[in-house]
């Protein structure tokens, strides 16, 4: 009896059609896709930290460029006062020198100023300081050698003393104990980061410098430019610091709400690599209570030693909390993906039409305007889920390159919007020279015509004083019955030739330059009124004179005189119904230095306060067609050429009075 045939078993599970099926439709979404996912997730977390690394690189670069503009700043301005005429002329009588410095100290808004000349005598701004052993500086020998030089350096306690006592308290700062920071025994610092410049002048040096300790407006200046409103999202806060050694001696990095952490130290790990090696820092970093990404730089004195840092940075948390959030975004995401996915893709298993209509629908939703539409049919593994693949991979590249070309319009667009902007700054540049050119002409043509008309003047002029003196020598004394009429006529040729000669004298002025010996406010007012004595006639305007100068000012005549007509013939605009026109003069002793002061004043119409405020402006005028806004422009520029000020004060209605102060001057030009 023959054997029956064995039973084929059933295949196990894992080799059943089914199985592979859901090995097929599963395997994509549950392991590849988180895994493709997760590298690109990593990968765009390291971009998105070298973006960060990037930007706070940037304006590093800014912060050190604008700290390297001060040290610029301030060794032009020493360089350009110690070539200056005013330095050279002052006098060597006692305490002189000092007060000059002292005010050109203020005025330049440095810390200090002295002068240490050929044979070591020492003047000092604050007055007073003492200054041992000076030309152990670098920048004060390179002076005294005839180079200037600017550079920072680090005074200890006794320096700032013995230049001023102020510094050296400015200068110290309580040390607070900071985490993370290198040990220490000190408790306060009491050295100063200061701006040292110094430039030959007079056979010796001038220096000056500014004290960084506590220098809040530098650092609050150098935290604009580097973080304008704007740059910096909501939640996130530039910084910037100026570093002594390791110690914050200016930073507006707050300790608490409101205070501010001086005193306070940089890492330790910071502090070995910019401090000890030299090197930049660019990573995130321990910033007093929280992690800032960062930028460090050394700071070197004109020794050629690391004292110092200069650090910008911006908080870190509000960029991790954007990154976590963006990770939870994309695993709930991911997850409502794989949730919704892995049921359509085992249904879409059973069939072989449904990745056509896939493909369709995808295709139908690019062609209206959706360029992230995709197929998802990443996980067939036939011929038609190939060609949806190669599909969804042409739209990737369709979707990158209208990206690519998007942003590559918009950055012709800002090109083309700043290209535009230039042309526009230059073309109104342009224009400005150009008006101011063609004022320029007209006022020479102006000045010419003048001369020639004064000297036609006087030739009929001549004729009739001769002819007159002719006319009194043949009457002998038949012409006294007549003598009051040929006085009348020699006062009016008198009268005549006294304007026909301040008419040149105001058309060339270069022919009747003053001997340097200063003038008079008060005769120049009155050889003025004549000029304007029409003007103020055909407009009604009484005029009052109330001059008691008493001294004389260092201000050119002509330019003085060119002020007071601009003045005048504007208040007599402003009164066109007639008016009062007061000038006057008055000497005033409570400043540092005699001054004199001209106050030009009117009863006409006055102005506004936003007019007032641009008065001064080039090019601004009021009068339309009528003026070429140039005259309070210059009339301010000659003022200030000539040690003074000029303010205005006008409110509607209450008319209008200009005020000029001049130095006074002793009779030879020099200060009283």
Partial sequence: MSEPNPVTPAPRFWRSVRARMLVIALLPALILLPLVLASTVKNWIDRFDEVLTAKVASELTIAHQHLAGLLSRRGADIEALGQSAAFVAVGDAPGALDAFLEERRAALGLDFLYFLDQNGALHTAPSGGRIPDATRWPVVAAALAGRAQVGIDIFDAAALENLSPDLARRAQLPLVDTRAAVPTDRTEETRGMVVHAAAPARGGALVGGTLLNRNLAFIDEINTLVYPVGRLTDGEQGTATIFLDDVRISTNVRLFEDVRALGTRVSAAVRARVLDEGQVWLDRAFVVNDWYVSAYEPIVDTFGTRVGMLYVGFLESPFKEAE?????EIAVTLMLVLAISVPILLRWAKGIFAPLERMNAAIEKVEKGDLGARTGLASAQDEIGRVATHLDNLLDQLQERDRALRDWNEELEARVKDRTRDLEDANRQIEATTRQLIVSEKLASIGEITAGVAHEINNPLAVIQGNLDVVREDLGARADPLRTEFTLIQEQIQAIHILVSKLLHFARPEEYADSGSGNDPDAVIRDTMPLVQHLLSKARVEVELDLDAGVVVAMNHTELQQVLINLMVNAVQAMPEGGRLTVRTRRQEATERPMVCIAVSDTGTGMAPDVLGRIFDPFFTT??????????????????????????????GHGTRFEILLPAVATGGQAL
Avoid: M, Y
Avoid at 324 to 328: A, H, V, Y
Avoid at 635 to 651: E, F, H, Q, W, Y
């Fill in 324 to 328: 976590r959030q963006t990770l939870i």
């Fill in 623 to 652: 009068k339309r067609s009528e003026g070429t806004g140039l005259g309070l422009s210059i009339s301010r520029n000659l003022v200030t050429r000539g040690g003074g000020t000029i303010t205005a004060d006008s409110a509607p």
